[in-house]
T-cell receptor
Framework: AQSVTQLGSHVSVSEGALVLLRCNYS??????LFWYVQYPNQGLQLLLK??????LVKGINGFEAEFKKSETSFHLTKPSAHMSDAAEYFC?????????????FGKGTHLIIQP | ETGVTQSPTHLIKTRGQQVTLRCSSQ?????VSWYQQALGQGPQFIFQ???????GRGNFPPRFSGLQFPNYSSELNVNALELDDSALYLC????????????FGNGTRLTVT
């Protein structure tokens, strides 16, 4: 069975500071990994995904994540936070594309941007 | 390109009642998945439909059922509503091929009293 752990239900950073959101996963097979963002009263928007190949993945809005198999991690980073980044962020894992078993999501991290 | 749309946006039901939530997939998408997101939690996979048949299911009881129609629109039906069914229900559509991401709708907020 797969699982996702997101460390820190709330993360607060100053505008312009580095954003680091942590995600660790467990999977019995090489995983597909995702980061989604959710703004209030909206659905989820895909930020980036890891399937195979390059372990450093770049996404939208300046975010990137690095797949580290030895650490079973897929942490999300952004060099400089912007006020518009304030939202809920979810890490998710799937053991096969197509998702017939669905994505397994973490509980989410609420990102707060201090002016 | 039309995105994923869900209706209604909000719904209040009484315990024991039945509810139907609707989803219109993004144009051209042939696969639809439903997720339940309780307050303060991540989404949980309910089931997935492809070619009008359920082809994957999460840990949800049979009173959660669905339909997918030939135009790829979809319904989620929940019978015998319980208080714990109060949640945001998200529909996501995709193509059944490698690297086709899920496109989520804005969800239906269901409150069971």
């Amino acid at each position: 069975a797969q699982s996702v752990t997101q460390l820190g239900s709330h993360v607060s950073v100053s505008e312009g500071a580095l954003v680091l959101l942590r995600c660790n996963y467990s999977s019995s097979v090489p995983p597909y990994l995702f980061w989604y963002v959710q703004y209030p009263n909206q659905g989820l928007q895909l930020l980036l995904k890891y399937t195979t190949g390059a372990t450093l993945v770049k996404g939208i809005n300046g975010f990137e994540a690095e797949f580290k198999k030895s650490e079973t991690s897929f942490h999300l980073t952004k060099p400089s936070a912007h006020m518009s980044d304030a939202a809920e962020y979810f890490c998710a894992v799937s053991d096969r594309w197509g998702g017939a078993d669905g994505l397994t999501f973490g509980k989410g991290t609420h990102l707060i941007i201090q002016p | 390109e039309t995105g994923v749309t869900q209706s209604p946006t909000h719904l209040i039901k009484t315990r024991g009642q039945q509810v139907t939530l609707r989803c219109s997939s993004q144009s051209g998408h042939n696969t639809v998945s439903w997720y339940q997101q309780a307050l303060g939690q991540g989404p949980q996979f309910i089931f997935q439909y492809y070619r009008e048949e359920e082809n994957g299911r999460g840990n949800f009881p049979p009173r959660f059922s669905g339909l997918q129609f030939p135009n790829y629109s979809s319904e989620l039906n929940v019978n015998a509503l319980e208080l714990d069914d109060s949640a945001l229900y998200l529909c996501a559509s995709s193509l059944r091929r490698e690297n086709s991401p899920l496109h989520f709708g804005n969800g239906t907020r269901l409150t069971v009293t």
